[in-house]
């Protein structure tokens, strides 16, 4: 019998005198020891099947149709208390930010304590417990991390301490929000492989929602994928990866880069997924509109969940042709690495050193500094992409505000265009960044001014300085960079607030653009993206280096969006540049041991190929991380 | 300026019941102060011994020729109250204005540079607000001899230091926003930086401590006046009228109780319309202004 069973389960929200349905007729059962993985993009209404589990929906939302049972039991409308006996101890939580979700001012032990003091375990015994607990989630020396605050832990490691507290009680259900996403690749293979083994241990059902398909596919047994609150596709985690039978799934795996297969160009996907207000809209498939294969009956009637193979469902009205559509895109070309030699660097970086000095304290005297970025050196020539790749704390976003002059470099030399502007006050040199180099930013909220209308924003460089360009010109330059980063003309007279975030990074690229700088420096520019709306952006990065002859500093953590955009790679680890080369040479035969392990840590794109990470077992050997 | 009134959500302010109610009530004030001359039925400073002491022309032996009644020297009350408006609106508007620019602009300049200029305005604003406020504006007071713009000035010298804390710790905020960085990119001079990036962000926050100044100025010029540390003794202000009208409480409380309404309720319309603002324009702020 399933554990959690789910019958047409439907979640309403009253908007406005009106009921929009948020999670439409979801059906899943889950088995004693299975792992259900829920994918979709962001707004797909993967949360809101954690948050309904939970009975913790928010205001305004409601349960209007169908059942969810836990164990035998009716989990909508259940009583508060009896929802307090449940939750913790049969249903547990692991949380999307692991550092916000433990409390700050509590050592490890003290919150460990009171989770199992929750649990009915004797307080004296407690500790004892607590220590069993952290070592089955191989954190090293558990008695001391019992005293520490979590401040002092890593973003991994707190996550591994409340995976511990998670399975404290022996939880018959373990629902895991998007565990790893605020975590590095390396900790993510980590935390992965250490939720399985202890699902193994105690044969606990599994619901790990995630955004991410293919690492779904190696952790999961089931999948369903989720598409404006309706589920799509539902089966076998490798039946459905492998053998797709619903158009939204394929362009979930055609616009995620590969790291292995031959550089392909990505399928881009018109527009976004509708938000909350257009569902009510859409009478027919609420994928329709962005389907690659819609035919006019799937505007008229929306497809029933059928089923194409056992135990795997399609809610398409013909999902036999999923297959057929782009077979392969093709081959992206125009990415021959730049013959460096004959022709002078745009960014020559030698010896390029940052220290960060921390707050001094009185009593103490001697200097710890924090060396953020340790003699770096390397070129960038014209119309060539490099990429910087390197977990969090590795200097990536050190070296890019470096080079575009937002920092002082303690000690190196930064050359842009054959110049020497190592000197950030000096005037002549600020003056010839400006019309060099630019950057986009990672956030594109904090990116651009809310009060600013995007005509304004765009075409800011023509109002810097002693610059004055008159307004008609601006509006003119504004409507040419918007056509040419694929915006709508009226969008010039909206606010950033009216912009949907892919919209919102696009503007960021046009002001970057507007000066026409020779170079760009993006920082995770796609990294807080859906991947739909990230492959669209990468296409236009591609676009501009074709049209514009663009060189581009591309930071970033994600090494198959890397893979796809960039003709060289330096790898960083710890501030220092370990490994440097051609894409596809450092890619397909890594030399230094982080290189390696940064690879092994992303699941591959081969289902017959075991993913080496979630095997290891107990400490990872070599590095240490 | 105008720029702030052009942004998204500038319309909301006026759909705030609190910001109508206290909008209303600030400019009937302000149009009593304007109209004073015109409104009043008598001179404020004319007395008439005869018909001292009248109560309001509702009550019992009123004289409808005096609306709100007469003082102990036989002067209007109305009159009297409009021309305490002027006083009031006066000390409310230049104090509270002249803090703002002072505390405001040393902010901009604190909060955007940082380093060395923070940390020097910052110990200057620590020297000034370990006086005692109360003894600095008696101390100024003395110096300067009595009138509204001393204690206009006397407010200014004390209260700027409220605009400056907050707006500071709002600017070092804004100033870590990556848009900051991007125009520093594209090669604004600081001063472009903070006018056109900074300056908007904060208007808000600046308009809210403006309304809610005001109210405080209004108080503390009624305190001044109370101790007859304010204006001349020839003017009409609120807290004159306080004081005068101790001496005949028993007999008509009207003369106490009128002008002590009308602060109250101008100060309440500036709170209402400050804490309308500041929930309509800023929601995080909830709990950093007031006194």
New interface residues.
Partial sequence: MALLEARALTVSLDLAGQSIQVLRKVNFALAEGRVLGIVGESGAGKSMIARTIAQMLPRGFRVSGGSLDFDGESLVGISNARRRDLLGAEIAFVPQEPLTALNPVLTIGQQFGEHLARLGLARALCGARAIELLDAVHLRSPATLLSQYPHQLSGGMCQRVLIAMAFAGQPKLVVADEPTTALDVIVQARIMRIMLEMTKRHRTAVIFITHDLRLATHVCDDIMVLYAGVPVEIGPAKQVFGAPRHPYTRCLQLTTPSLSAARRELIALPDRMPDLAEFGRITGCRFAPRCPLRQPRCDAEEPPLVEVAPGHRSACLFPERTGTFIQEPPIVTGLAAASASDRDAILRIEGLSKKFRRQRRFWRRAHDDVVAVHDVSFELYPREFVGIVGESGSGKTTIGRLS???DEPTAGRIMLAGRDVTDVHNAKS??H??AT???I???PQ??????RRVVRIVT??M???D?HAPWSERTARAQDLLAEIGMPSDAAER?P??LSGGQRQRVNIA??L??VPKLLVADEIVSGLDVSVQAQLLNLLLRLKRERQIAVLFISHDLSVVRYLCDRVLVLYRGAVVESGPTEAVFAQPRHDYTKALLAAVPPDDLTQRWAALAASGQDAGLAL | MA??FA??GAGRVLTSPHVIAGGLIVAAVFLCALFAPWLAPHDPEDQNLIVRLLPPAWMAGGDPAYLFGTDGLGRCVLSRLLYGARVASYVAIVASFGAMLLGGVLAHIAGYFGGRTDWLIGRMVDVLMSFPPVILSLILITALGVGVNKVALAIVLVDWTRFYRVLRSEVLTVVQ???V?????????SS?IIW??VL??TTPLLITLLSLEMGIAVVVETILSFIGLSVEANVSAWGVMIADARNYVHQTAWNLVLPILAVFLTVLGFNLLGDGLRRTLDPRLALRVGR
């Fill in positions: 575009v002059g937002l600020r003056a960044r400006v180099i630019q950057m930013f990672q956030d904090s990116a651009l001014n809310p009060r800011q460089a109002e810097a300085g610059r606010y607030a009216q002001r970057a507007c000066s | 720029r702030f942004s998204p926003r990556d848009y960085a991007a125009a520093r990119l594209l090669g604004y001079s472009q056109r990036e908007p962000a």
